[in-house]
C-alpha cells in the first residue's frame, strides 16, 4: 500500500494559481493510477481529476481547462496545477492512489489517500 503525503495548499485570490503536491512512498508509475478528489463543508467529495496507469488524464467537467494533473516520477511525486481559480474551487483536496486500470472516479476505487490539504479562494 502506497502512503501519500500532501502539501501546496492555503490562501489565493480568485482568478490565481496554485499547485497542490503529493508525494508517494514508493513509484506509481505504471502501477497505480492517481487520483484528485475535493471536499467543500456540507457536500459530498467530488472526483477532480485521474492520471491512469496507461498515463492519459481524465476531468471533472467543472474543472476542464482550467486544472492539469501530472507525475515527476524522478521524485515520486503527483501535481495539481490549478489555474483561473474560483471561489467554488474552495475544498480540502486530497490526493489518491488505485490498483485498477480503465478510469476510476469514485472514491471507492482507490486503495490509499493522502491527509488532505485546504484550499481557499476568495473573492
Known amino acids: 500500500q502506497v502512503q501519500l503525503v500532501e502539501s501546496g495548499g492555503g490562501l489565493v485570490q480568485a482568478g490565481g494559481s496554485m499547485r497542490l503536491s503529493c508525494a508517494a512512498s514508493?513509484?506509481?508509475?505504471?502501477?497505480?493510477?492517481m487520483g484528485w478528489f475535493r471536499q467543500a463543508p456540507g457536500k459530498e467529495r467530488e472526483f477532480v481529476a485521474t492520471l491512469r496507469r496507461i498515463d492519459s488524464t481524465v476531468y471533472a467537467d467543472s474543472v476542464k481547462g482550467r486544472f492539469t494533473i501530472s507525475r515527476d516520477n524522478s521524485k515520486n511525486t503527483l501535481y495539481l496545477q490549478m489555474n483561473g481559480l474560483k471561489p467554488e474551487d474552495t475544498a480540502v483536496y486530497y490526493c489518491?492512489?488505485?490498483?485498477?486500470?480503465?478510469?476510476?472516479?469514485?472514491?471507492?476505487?482507490?486503495?490509499?489517500w493522502g491527509q488532505g490539504t485546504q484550499v481557499t479562494v476568495s473573492s
Open positions: 514508493q513509484p506509481t508509475s505504471g502501477s497505480y493510477a
Open positions: 489518491a492512489a488505485s490498483r485498477r486500470f480503465g478510469i476510476p472516479r469514485k472514491e471507492n476505487e482507490y486503495d490509499s
